[in-house]
């Protein structure tokens, strides 16, 4: 779990009533990348989760990156599965290709996911979003941890 998210997530999972474990693993825990993607060209949307994280998966992103121009799209969303020793790491390179942190999914069938989002530049309007005050505190913390 990146840090800088990590009490997000905690507080999320504890809103939830789940328990909040961090990965104590290092190094690569799958031989292979399990990735699944889908397009919605008619809601110019993309969609991306990331099961396990394999030795290869940074080479397989980069080539994808080269064929899919996500400046053709409004939003990407990127699931990434919290729970692999490699989270961070893959968080990181995500961060550092445009997309912002969301948000998180804990207790899905499949796993726990960090959600990030590559939103092409469009801007969120804070100041013009009406929120319940637990929103608010969400997206304020969100902004904090985005830099924004």
Known sequence: MPDECAG???????TAGLPFEQSVEEGFAHEASSIMQSIDTLARSL?????????????????????????????????????????????????????????????????????LQHLNGRPFDREGAVLLPNYADMIERLYHINSF
């Open 8 to 14: 997000f997530v905690k507080d999320v999972y504890d």
């Open 47 to 115: 969609s991306v989760k990331i099961d396990a994280i394999g030795p290869e998966l940074y080479d397989r992103l980069d080539a994808w990156q080269l064929n899919n121009d996500l400046a053709d799209l409004d939003v990407a969303t990127l699931y990434l599965n919290a729970r692999d020793p490699k989270a961070p790491e893959c968080y990181r390179y995500f961060r550092e290709r445009g997309f912002v942190f969301t948000g998180c999914l804990p207790g899905s069938t499949s796993g726990d996911y960090l959600l």
